[in-house]
């Protein structure tokens, strides 16, 4: 008998064969999770398909997508961070920004 494609004949028994093993057996670029008999590819996080890709992964702009930064986003390669406008300084939940000063007619 003949395997069908994606499985090795051994001791007349049909095998997976793990392209994700490999990576000239497929053409992920960040992740490839194998399957019975094929593989198929995924991104990492903070990365989706490049536009009529299935196997090439490009970074998201989480800044114009999700942003939960008080003042000011930056975009980095598979995430961002939040940064403060000067006079303000970024607090502990790395989102919100306290002024270094406090107002003259807030209570301290």
Do not use: W
């Not at 670029?29 to 995924?42: D, F, L, M, P, R």
């Not at 702009?61 to 000067?86: A, F, K, L, W």
């Amino acid at each position: 008998c003949e395997c069908p494609q994606g499985f090795n004949e051994i001791e007349e028994m049909c095998d997976d064969i793990d392209e994700c093993e490999n990576t000239t057996s497929n053409d992920c670029k960040q992740v490839c999770i194998n399957t019975e008999g094929s593989y198929y590819c995924e991104c990492l996080n903070g990365f989706k398909f490049i536009a009529g890709s299935t196997t090439d992964c490009e970074d998201i702009n989480e800044c114009e997508v999700y942003n939960d930064c008080h003042q000011m986003c930056e975009n980095t390669i598979g995430s961002y961070r939040c940064n403060c406008i000067e006079g303000f300084t970024l607090t502990s939940d790395n989102t919100t920004c306290k002024a270094e000063t406090p107002c003259p007619n807030e209570p301290s």
